[in-house]
């Protein structure tokens, strides 16, 4: 059983889940109509991981014995600039979402609940690879710079990227 506030607090991080996939959707498309499928594919398993998160926190409310209350989601914008700029708004929507799970953690801990603790842990480490890796195609695009033949090359190297669902016991 969860506390009211722990309930609570968990129901809103699933909104905040679904926001995110919407806007990793909004961001490949987006990106994809500029001519970039590769990073708007890299940005679409983005859509799934989210989720996939989604998911796993509605699987983890259910486990508890609570109901799941989905609330609505604003919509995401539909223009995010050039791949630079696109790209800097996904680290800081990653630095968002690793403060409202740290928030998150921090609640469990407010509210004795060691459960919650140790699967929000999975969330935390997610964080720091989902931050590491968008750092990574950041700073790659700042190093290209206004080279269109090594952007169109990146771009290429993203697309071979693919969604794999983490295994159950992780």
Do not use: C
Request: proline fraction near 4%; glycine fraction near 4%.
């Amino acid at each position: 059983m969860l506390s009211k506030k722990m309930l609570n607090t968990l129901n809103e991080q699933i909104k905040l889940e679904m926001y995110s996939a919407h806007l990793y959707l909004a961001m490949s498309s987006h990106i994809e109509h500029q001519g970039f499928k590769g990073m708007a594919k890299w940005l679409r398993v983005q859509y799934e991981e989210e989720t996939f998160h989604f998911l796993k926190f509605y699987d983890y409310v259910k486990s508890r014995g609570e109901k799941v209350i989905l609330k609505a989601i604003d919509a995401p914008p539909n223009d995010f600039g050039t791949p630079l700029e696109t790209f800097r708004k996904v680290l800081e929507h990653e630095q968002q979402i690793t403060a409202d799970i740290n928030k998150l953690y921090k609640t469990a801990i407010d509210q004795n609940d060691f459960a919650s603790q140790i699967f929000l842990q999975w969330f935390i480490s997610e964080q720091v690879e989902e931050e590491d890796s968008t750092s990574e195609v950041l700073n790659k695009i700042q190093l290209i710079g206004d080279k269109p033949t090594d952007l169109l090359y990146l771009d290429k190297e993203l697309g071979t990227r693919t969604f794999t669902p983490p295994s159950s016991n992780e």
